[in-house]
């Protein structure tokens, strides 16, 4: 990027450019952070070999739909399911959109991770799951990294005493969405790849885990493909 990333730039504007695509940004939704490119750009190259004429995926804690979006637009085939918790991520998503005239294809819901998705008809049918969750724990909030909340959302960062409590839902939740042969990826915090893939690992339910690095060598996605049920 030419500048320094900065939140307060992003909500002064009301635009932010992910993926080399711009999006609305309003208080109430994480403005999209650089690093997350990795992961679109990390489930782009899965969509990519997986060659399907038209690919089922769920952008889960969509945030302000950078995602969703940024996929849609990439692969023109791709229908979208975005959900979040909070009524300003649900409303960015929406707005985002609806500004790329993806509404048709980037459908929105509210609710509690899965929760929100219930009734859709999506249960094992789900070719990419793409998760950018909170990874910060309740103390680094408080301390070393509160200045994180004082312009964005804490439900954007807050995630238990681990920074891991998101993951872990969403680990647990997954396969039930995904059909065999479908990918998991998640962004995760810096030093969290390990824990991440060994939440994968215990739960018997992905093969094929691992992690991308990002150019300075420091692992920010973690994806595993979701085995055959027995």
């Not at 030419?2 to 450019?17: C, I, N, Q």
């Not at 990390?42 to 969509?62: E, K, S």
């Not at 909170?134 to 909340?149: C, F, M, N, Q, T």
Request: glycine fraction near 10%.
């Amino acid at each position: 990027m030419s500048k320094e990333f900065s939140v307060a730039d992003a909500y002064g504007t009301g635009r932010a450019v992910f993926m080399g695509l711009e999006l609305l940004v309003a208080p109430g939704a994480l403005v999209p952070r650089p690093e997350t490119e990795l992961l679109g750009t990390t489930a782009l190259g899965v969509l990519h070999r997986m060659n399907l004429p038209t690919p089922r995926i769920i952008d889960m804690c969509c945030g302000a739909g950078n995602l969703a979006c940024a996929i849609a637009h990439r692969v023109p085939a791709a229908r979208v399911w975005a959900s979040d918790l909070t009524d300003g991520c649900v409303e960015a998503t929406r707005r985002n959109a609806a500004h790329h005239g993806m509404a048709d294809r980037v459908s929105v819901h509210q609710g509690d991770l899965f929760g929100a998705l219930a009734g859709q008809g999506l249960e094992g049918a789900i070719d990419v799951i793409v998760c950018n969750p909170p990874y910060i724990s309740e103390k680094r909030l408080e301390g070393d990294r509160a200045h994180l909340v004082e312009l964005e959302p804490r439900e954007a960062f807050a995630a238990g005493p681990y920074g891991l409590s998101i993951h872990m839902r969403v680990v647990k939740d997954a396969p039930r969405y995904l059909r065999p042969g479908g990918v998991l990826l998640f962004e995760v915090g810096l030093g969290q790849d390990r824990q991440v893939m060994a939440l994968l690992e215990r739960s018997k339910a992905y093969e094929n885990i691992r992690a991308v690095s990002n150019e300075a060598g420091e692992g920010r996605v973690v994806l595993g493909q979701a085995r055959a049920q027995a």
